[in-house]
């Protein structure tokens, strides 16, 4: 429901909140490039994150958002041909850092490598 997010995934299982990892539209990737629109729009998905939270109760609350560096396709396997986001394929590629950014006090992280 963010202007900038083209999809999106819930995950964080075994973790005490649970964390959203979003894939950029391809504006907003090539905008974030450049520092000042970065921080622009950190700022506003740490917002977003604020209001959506204010929605729901706290067990169900978002920890943070994390800023996926890859795109997903179906060429990497992330994505199918319909567009529907692999969650083993998301689990496979980000659970290694789930903890650490789940120790992290930042609201919006970005993903590298």
């Known amino acids: 429901m963010h202007e900038s997010v083209e999809a999106c995934v819930v995950t964080g299982a075994n973790l005490s909140q649970p964390l959203g990892i979003v894939m950029l ?67 496979e590629i980000y659970s290694a850092h789930y903890e650490r950014w789940e120790a992290s006090a930042r609201r919006v992280i970005w993903q590298s490598g």
Do not use: G
């Not at 939270?53 to 041909?81: G, Y």
């Open 25 to 91: 539209n391809a504006e907003a990737a090539a905008r974030a490039a450049e520092a000042a629109a970065r921080a622009e729009l950190e700022a506003s998905l740490s917002e977003h994150l604020r209001a959506i939270n204010t929605t729901l109760d706290p067990h169900e609350q978002l920890h943070c958002i994390v800023v996926a560096s890859t795109a997903w396709t179906v060429d990497n396997d992330i994505i199918t041909p319909t567009f529907k986001v692999k969650r083993n394929r998301i689990e």
